[in-house]
């Protein structure tokens, strides 16, 4: 669907309600304090978050959207402590999401992470994750889990990032909003929201389309994105609440590829010849659709159903040379991925009362399923002319892949004693490979395959409030993390099939947590924590944009977290956070590539780092936030060297980093005008805004910008 069309889509519908709207217009402000009562629905008991026995941040979506550009998650989450989310300045390969170094090996994509929007995953029952169809422009709020208490939600679970997205308000609104940056970016959009009182029915909508384009930062990396996303809601006479969500994005980016490190230090905007040479690029489009129903079944119990089905088609130009796919067991260098996915959750909720003290029970399964149709295709084919590259060619792989997970789980927190609380919960995960090889040709013989693995997640805390104010907590929990379809899809040995030698992760994570309020509008939170895993899931190497993967024993993680926030004065905001994670292999690598001491970037030894993962990281901001007028913050970002890969042979040089936003807001009856300018990078810094942790090639670094501008203006009629 083109933009335009989309826009007038949301355009229309909303004109529609307007008539509807008796009330007075009021102007509603563009500021709120995040220290109002927060509550968190990630961990399923919906507690503030001053009371939720676990690591979690809440960031707002007015927070994320102030004075940014709107494009990418990582703009407005550097406040989340533990969580390491890098712009890859490439959109063929996403961002790059690690929450206390879980995630930290993906090449592309996100791994080891749950993301939900609004409930429906987006991560798939194998692991995969993808935030491409994230719409900014509509978020409510972003909840972090980190710790033990991400295990209740299964596989590859070492944390959880939840978004919410905006329900429509009384009055009616409708904005537009366009900004323009360095390299040739830009981005509009288009926002309508309100309710409407359908009889005994209250109906709340809010529709948001946007268009995002850019010429990229580095050569070969321009992209484009349109992205719809809407939310109906139905809240009934009787109570019971339906929500039903909508979502389409449609994408295309070239893909520059890495860097070595001289290329790197001498022109962070140049490109890989193969890359020009192949036309690197991906494209995806994907929809999708979600119900969810709350019923209500007394004042002590609550049934809440969610249904949600879509498919995502992606295909992927890789730089896989010509000559290399004369193996008749290679694979091409054209991946065609179409995947079918659909899941449900039910889950109870009831509120009892256990030796006279508050009880909640909460129960529920989910089921979720994914059907893939993989392909392969050479990324050249021979003319009368010569060899034409960069183009799909011959058929080399063709495989129906099926994947299912079945997930019962059970949580309660009990309030045993006054100021106590004790949470407990497990979830037994049961995870099904399925792959049906339809591409059989001479040497290349029948790859089909299975595998099932299963789990069981216990989860445990105890809570104390020292005051009203103030909690201490500890816990403990177990989870897993199975390899992606997409980990699995290739071989160390070079062979062809699947590599279902590899393993699942197992950890064990312990936590102590103490948070404060020490004044109405200040918030301060801290925690220290070990993760102790076995079979931990590594690159194995990535060379032409392919990765395979293998386990490598044990690791380690410790690490400390603290987050502090304070509003004082009129309206002075502060926010600092700041990381300490030592993430490190206990075992040397026994088998496979990371064995051979005779190639030292993959040489894998007890008491390396692991890579990808930053020791230290600091962020700081500090803004003057009034409601109308003027407004202005300044926020510096550090972190640590990275690794990059098994061997610690090369790492991505520390950096610190400072951006400065400016903005004014008028009021003038039912309008409600902001413009934002921002620099980044002040200083025009050089360094690595990502890396490709263990790239065969040593093309490890993707740069990031240097110093780089965006300004932009929103519009908002409220009826």
């Known amino acids: 669907m083109k933009i335009y069309r989309i826009l007038a889509t949301a355009f229309l519908l909303h004109a529609g309600s307007i008539a509807q709207a008796q009330a007075p217009a009021q102007t ?27 690591s979690i941040s809440v960031v707002e979506g007015y927070d994320l ?6 494009i990418n998650l990582s703009e407005g989450l550097s406040s989340v402590p533990g969580l390491q989310i890098q712009n890859r300045q490439n959109y063929a390969q996403d961002l790059q999401v690690s929450i206390r170094g879980f995630g930290a090996r993906s090449t592309f994509g996100v791994r080891g992470v749950r993301l939900y929007v609004d409930g429906i995953p987006a991560t798939m029952p194998d692991g995969q994750g993808q935030t491409s169809n994230i719409d900014i422009a509509s978020i409510e709020s972003v909840e972090v889990l980190r710790g033990p208490f991400s295990a209740l939600y299964g596989n590859a679970s070492g944390g959880v990032m939840v978004i919410n997205t905006e329900r429509g308000e009384y009055p009616p609104s409708i904005s537009g909003d366009f900004s323009a940056g360095s390299y040739g970016t830009y981005r509009y959009g288009l926002k309508a929201g309100g309710m409407l009182d359908l009889d005994e029915t209250e109906m709340d909508y809010l529709i948001s389309a946007n268009r995002f384009t850019t010429q ?17 809601g139905f809240d009934f006479a009787s109570g019971n609440r339906l929500t039903l969500v909508a979502n389409h994005v449609d994408l295309t980016a070239d893909d520059p590829l890495g860097l070595t490190r001289q290329d790197f230090e001498q022109n962070p905007r140049s490109v890989v010849p193969n890359a020009l040479a192949y036309n690197t690029r991906k494209t995806v489009r994907q929809t999708q659709g979600g119900l969810r129903y ?75 399923a994914m059907k893939e149709g993989r392909k392969g295709y050479r990324n050249y084919i021979d003319t009368p002319q010569g060899r034409q590259l960069g183009v799909q060619g011959a058929l080399r ?31 037994y995960s049961t995870v099904s490979f399925e792959s049906a090889d339809r591409f059989v040709q001479g040497v290349n013989g029948d790859d089909s395959g299975s595998a099932r693995y299963q789990a069981f997640s216990p989860v445990g805390s105890l809570a104390y409030a020292m005051s009203n104010n103030t909690q201490v907590y500890v816990s403990a929990g177990r989870g897993f993390e199975t390899p992606t379809f997409n980990e699995l899809s290739y071989r160390t040995d070079g062979g062809a099939g699947l590599n279902f030698g590899l393993q699942p992760a197992y950890s064990t994570t312990f ?21 102790r895993t076995r079979d931990e899931i590594v690159s194995a190497g990535s060379a032409n944009g392919r990765t395979s993967y293998q386990n490598a024993g044990r690791t380690k993680r410790t690490g400390f977290e603290l987050a502090y926030t304070n509003e004082w004065g009129r309206h002075w905001r502060a926010d600092v956070a700041y990381t300490w994670l030592n993430a490190r292999y206990q075992d040397d690598c026994i088998s496979g590539p990371c064995s051979n001491p005779t190639q030292p970037a993959q040489y894998l030894q007890a008491g390396n780092r692991i890579p990808g993962i930053a020791e230290h990281a600091v962020f700081a901001a500090l803004g003057w936030i009034p409601p109308t007028g003027w407004r202005a913050g300044v926020e510096g970002r550090f972190l640590s060297n990275i690794a990059v890969n098994d061997g610690n042979t090369e790492s991505a040089p520390s950096y610190a980093v400072f951006a400065l936003s400016t903005g004014y807001t008028w009021l003038a009856g039912p309008w409600e005008v902001s413009a934002f300018a921002r620099v980044d990078n002040l200083f025009d810094k050089d360094y690595a805004g990502s890396v490709i942790v263990n790239e065969g090639n040593g093309r490890y670094y993707e740069p990031a910008p240097g110093r780089n501008w965006t300004a932009g203006v929103q519009a908002r009629f409220i009826f």
């Open 28 to 54: 509603q402000s563009t500021s709120a304090t995040i220290l109002d009562p927060v509550v968190v629905t990630a961990t399923r008991l919906e507690t503030e978050i001053l009371d939720t026995p676990a």
């Open 65 to 70: 959207r102030r004075d940014q550009p709107q």
């Open 216 to 232: 990229g930062y580095r050569d070969h990396s321009g992209a484009r994105k349109n992205l719809m996303n809407m939310k109906l």
């Open 294 to 368: 709350e019923h209500s079944l007394n004042a002590d119990n609550e049934l809440t159903a969610l249904v949600y089905a879509g498919r995502r088609h992606t295909v992927q130009y890789l730089a896989i040379p010509d000559f290399v796919q004369q193996n008749p067991l290679q694979a091409g260098g054209v991946i065609d991925l179409t995947r079918d996915y659909y899941g449900t959750d039910l889950r109870w909720t009831t509120q009892l009362s256990l030796a006279n003290r508050p009880f909640t029970v909460i129960t529920g399964v989910a089921y979720d």
């Open 397 to 427: 792989r063709d495989e129906r892949n099926t994947v299912w997970s079945l997930d019962p789980y059970i949580q309660t927190s009990w309030e045993f004693a006054p100021r106590f609380t004790l949470d407990l919960g497990a979830r």
């Open 511 to 531: 936590e102590a947590g103490f948070k404060t309020m020490p004044t109405e509008s200040s918030l301060l939170t801290a925690a220290v924590f070990q993760t």
